[in-house]
Structures are given as C-alpha cells and as structure tokens.
C-alpha cells in the first residue's frame, strides 16, 4: 500500500502519545500544570527548529501562512494542552480517555462540514469500531463514568480544540511544510501559555527545578519524542492522508496510555482491555482508508489479470 509508512509512523507516534498521558500525569503531579505545559511546549518548538535547521527546510511564512500559524497555535497548542494540563488535575483517567477518545469523531464531523470530505460507510464503521473500542477500555475502570467534573468539561475542550487544530494544519499543509508549522506552532503557543501560567500560577517557577532527576527525564522525553517529534510526523500524516483518516489512529493512543500506565503508575490491564484492543485495531484498519485501499488495488489487479488473459 502506498501509505503504509504513513500508517507505521502513525502507529508509532500513538504509542509515543499515549505513554505521554500518565508522563504528563506525573509532571502536572510535580509542577504547577500551566508552567510545566508552557516549557515543555517551548522546549518541543525549539528542538523541531534545531532538527529543521540540521535539515535546511526553515524559512519565513507568508502573510496568509501567518493566519494559519496563529490560529493553528491557539487551538492546537494553547486550547488543547491548556484544558488538558487543566483536566487532568481535575478529572479520572477512566473519563477523561473516553473523552479523548471522541477526538476522531469529532474530527470526522469538523471534516465533513468544514472540508466537505464524507467518508465512505466502511471508514465511518471505523469510527464506530474505534469508539467502542476506547470506550470497552475506559469502561472497564472500577468508577466508570461516575464522577463527572469541571475536569471531564475542560478535557472535552482539550479534544474539541485538537480536532478543530486538524482542519486548520491540513489548509494550511497545502503552501507550508507541516514540520516547519509544527515548529512554528510550538514556539508561538509556548510563549502564549507562559504568559498564561504567570496570570494563572504567578509563583509556578518557585521551586521547580529541585524536581529530582528522573522527573527531568521524564519532562524531556515527553518534549522532544512525544510533542517535538509526535507532531511533526502527525502533522506530516495529516497532509498525506487527511485530518479524519490520520485522526483514527488517535483511538491506537487510549490502549498504549494503558500500557504506559500499567508501566509507569502500576495499574492493571484486563481482557476487557484487549477486547477493547480488537475493536479499536479493527477501527483503523477500516477508518484509516487501508482497506479499502487493499481491496481496490486487489480488484485493479484483478481487472488486469483477466484483460491479459482476454489478449492471450
């Protein structure tokens, strides 16, 4: 298939996103939630640069790219990782993955309404294969749904803001290198949540770097190869492929937190967790397009098989 390096670097990118959720639920543990996410954040920006630079692919936006770059920022950068860092001081892991978990519904509808791209029955089956898988995994926790919060409202935001962020990084792909917008979204989002974080935490920087050693190892890996990294290759994806298909693979993120959780915070994987796996593998197989590619490309060989028979 012509996107299967697409769909690898994908699937790798969901496994580096979902073990940043309990990372991320370790730092906001640590640090003031707004500070810690403003540094990060920036960190991320200036690594994709420094990579950018190595590759000699910088280079000064146009003003409508500016447009892009901005709004691209506030939703993708200071919306999604403001209400998150917000939602999970705030929230259980069980809701707020399922709630996460909506993102590609969410970006499938932004899509059709905002792009006018309606997906097949076969990727809309998808979502719904992915959707119940994220929520046979979530619902599996001992409180379920139990405990709705302000939290679960701010990570919904958090969602909805990503998703939205897609649309804008596919318009915007179409003139400018989507590494080159993630870098530049990075750092201006950066800024902007710094300056939040001194409205918000005025003494967030107090104490924060007698964190111990590993915390700081923790806050770079969750910079550099989730946010740095994830997102250049995400964002890459999101011009090859499309913001509703790439959006699928964000199903793959909820069983990898899972997984990191499991790692990181001790907790438990069950088989409802692995059935949950089934149904969400099964949903990106089929949301993503990869089916219908491999059924096309075989009934296009077919076709050529019997033209050449027909010749014989």
Same mark, same amino acid.
């Given at each position: 298939?012509?996107?299967? %390096?697409?769909?690898? $670097?994908?699937?790798?990118?969901? /496994?580096?996103?979902?073990?940043?959720?309990?990372?991320?639920?370790? $730092?906001? !543990? *640590? #640090?003031?939630?707004?500070?810690?996410?403003? &540094?990060?954040? #920036?960190?991320?920006? /200036?690594?994709? #640069?420094?990579?950018?630079?190595?590759?000699?692919?910088?280079?000064?936006?146009?003003? !409508?790219?500016?447009?892009?770059?901005? =709004?691209?920022?506030?939703?993708?950068?200071?919306?999604?990782?403001?209400?998150?860092?917000?939602? =999970?001081?705030?929230?259980?892991?069980?809701?707020?993955?399922? +709630?996460?978990?909506?993102?590609?519904?969410?970006?499938?509808?932004?899509?059709?309404? =905002?792009? %006018?791209?309606?997906?097949?029955? +076969?990727?809309?089956?998808?979502? =719904? #294969?992915?959707?119940?898988?994220?929520?046979?995994? /979530?619902?599996?926790?001992?409180?379920?749904?139990?405990?709705?919060?302000?939290?679960?409202? *701010?990570?919904?935001?958090?969602?909805?803001?990503?998703?939205?962020?897609?649309?804008?990084?596919?318009?915007?792909?179409?003139? $400018?290198?989507? %590494?080159?917008?993630?870098? *530049?979204?990075?750092?201006?989002?950066?800024?902007? &949540?710094?300056?939040?974080?001194?409205? @918000?935490?005025?003494?967030?920087?107090?104490?924060?770097?007698?964190?111990?050693?590993?915390?700081?190892?923790?806050?770079?890996?969750?910079?550099?190869?989730?946010?740095?990294?994830?997102?250049?290759? *995400?964002?890459?994806?999101?011009?090859?492929?499309?913001?509703?298909?790439?959006?699928?693979?964000?199903?793959?993120?909820?069983?990898?937190?899972?997984?990191g959780s499991a790692i990181l915070l001790g907790e438990i994987i069950t088989s409802t967790h692995l059935l949950g796996l089934l149904f969400i593998v099964s949903g990106v197989i089929l949301g993503s397009g990869a089916l219908e590619e491999l059924l096309k490309r075989? @009934?296009?060989?077919?076709?050529?098989?019997?033209?050449? @028979?027909?010749?014989?």
């Open positions: 298939m012509k996107n299967v %390096r697409t769909y690898l $670097l994908l699937t790798g990118v969901m /496994v580096a996103w979902g073990i940043n959720v309990p990372i991320i639920k370790i $730092l906001v !543990g *640590y #640090f003031p939630p707004i500070t810690i996410t403003s &540094l990060r954040i #920036f960190t991320a920006g /200036v690594t994709v #640069f420094i990579i950018l630079g190595i590759m000699k692919k910088i280079r000064k936006p146009t003003m !409508g790219e500016w447009k892009f770059i901005i =709004l691209g920022s506030l939703f993708s950068v200071v919306g999604h990782h403001f209400f998150l860092s917000l939602g =999970l001081t705030g929230t259980t892991a069980t809701n707020g993955a399922l +709630i996460l978990g909506t993102g590609p519904l969410l970006t499938a509808i932004l899509s059709s309404v =905002l792009l %006018r791209n309606r997906p097949t029955w +076969i990727q809309v089956l998808g979502f =719904l #294969f992915g959707s119940a898988g994220v929520s046979f995994i /979530v619902l599996s926790g001992e409180k379920g749904l139990s405990g709705l919060s302000v939290g679960d409202l *701010y990570v919904f935001f958090s969602i909805l803001s990503q998703a939205f962020s897609f649309i804008l990084i596919s318009k915007a792909a179409k003139t $400018l290198d989507p %590494r080159l917008l993630t870098g *530049y979204m990075l750092v201006f989002g950066g800024i902007i &949540l710094f300056f939040i974080s001194l409205w @918000k935490e005025p003494n967030g920087f107090e104490g924060i770097f007698q964190a111990p050693f590993l915390i700081w190892v923790a806050f770079i890996s969750s910079a550099i190869l989730s946010t740095a990294l994830g997102h250049m290759f *995400y964002n890459s994806a999101i011009k090859k492929i499309g913001p509703a298909e790439a959006s699928i693979f964000i199903n793959l993120s909820t069983f990898f937190s899972l997984v075989r @009934k296009n060989r077919d076709i050529e098989q019997t033209q050449t @028979k027909l010749k014989a």
